[in-house]
């Protein structure tokens, strides 16, 4: 990327507001933009996976869904969903495997994009950008390691409340003990889409979500998910804990 494109400098301070190039020298963001180019992703589109192993993606505006499906049935299973400031794919970036995962686009994407060598080459040679990469991979690790316990320890009803849950903006301490949080990561998916994420049916997350609604646990506006008791779904979501510790 030129820095004599107009949209130059709105796309520089928006990576340098990403975990992953945070605190960077100006010289070393402005090698680092050099390598990258502007995408769009139409809303709805689905990519093949194999795009990773050729370049690295930043979400700049916008949802991108990693989805899993079984070649031979169909079945869905809805990994994460990046949003502004997440990469893709880290995996495939450490390993230069493939990763057999479609990425799609829940909104409208707007991306930067670079060689997947050249970011490699960022991990060897730049320690403070190494520095906030070996954090962001904990996270993301942490993040299907929650997705693994959750489909192997809680029944549907409590995977539904630690999704949403794990949606809630952690960084806003704003809203510890207020109601009407929305959860803006889950906003206008379908109950299909909350499905593949739970590893459910889309008529049981239906029925899931009209038993919280009806215990004032949240509700949906202009398809707008909010959450309206948030102690309440705190204790939806630690169930198994609450069996445990009472010996039901």
């Known amino acids: 990327m030129k820095n004599s494109l107009p949209l130059y400098n709105t796309y520089r301070a928006r990576l340098s507001g990403t975990e992953l190039f945070r605190g960077l020298s100006d010289d070393i963001l402005d090698d680092m933009l050099s390598h990258f180019r502007f995408e769009s992703w139409n809303k709805g589109s689905v990519h093949d996976s194999s795009i990773a192993l050729r370049r690295f993606y930043v979400v700049i505006e916008g949802r991108m869904q990693l989805t899993r499906i079984h070649p031979g049935t169909g079945k869905q299973i809805t990994i994460s969903i990046l949003s502004e400031g997440d990469m893709y794919d880290v995996l495939t970036l450490l390993d230069g495997q493939s990763h057999d995962i479609s990425p799609s ?142 010996g039901s």
């Open 105 to 246: 686009a829940l909104d409208d994407l707007k991306l930067l994009s670079a060689p997947i060598g050249e970011v490699r080459n960022w991990i060897r040679e730049h320690p403070d950008f190494n520095d906030n990469f070996m954090p962001y991979l904990g996270k993301r690790i942490r993040s299907r390691e929650a997705l693994a316990a959750d489909l192997g320890l809680y029944d549907a009803h409590t995977r539904l409340a630690r999704l949403i849950l794990r949606y809630v903006d952690s960084g806003d301490s704003s809203h510890q003990d207020k109601p009407g949080i929305e959860v803006r990561l889950l906003h206008d998916l379908s109950n299909e889409t909350l499905a593949h994420m739970v590893g459910s049916a889309r008529q049981v997350v239906n029925r899931h979500l009209q038993a919280m609604k009806k215990d004032g646990i949240l509700h949906t506006e202009n398809r707008r998910l909010i959450i309206d008791d948030l102690e309440k779904l705190q204790q939806e979501a630690q169930q198994l804990e609450q069996e445990l510790q009472t």
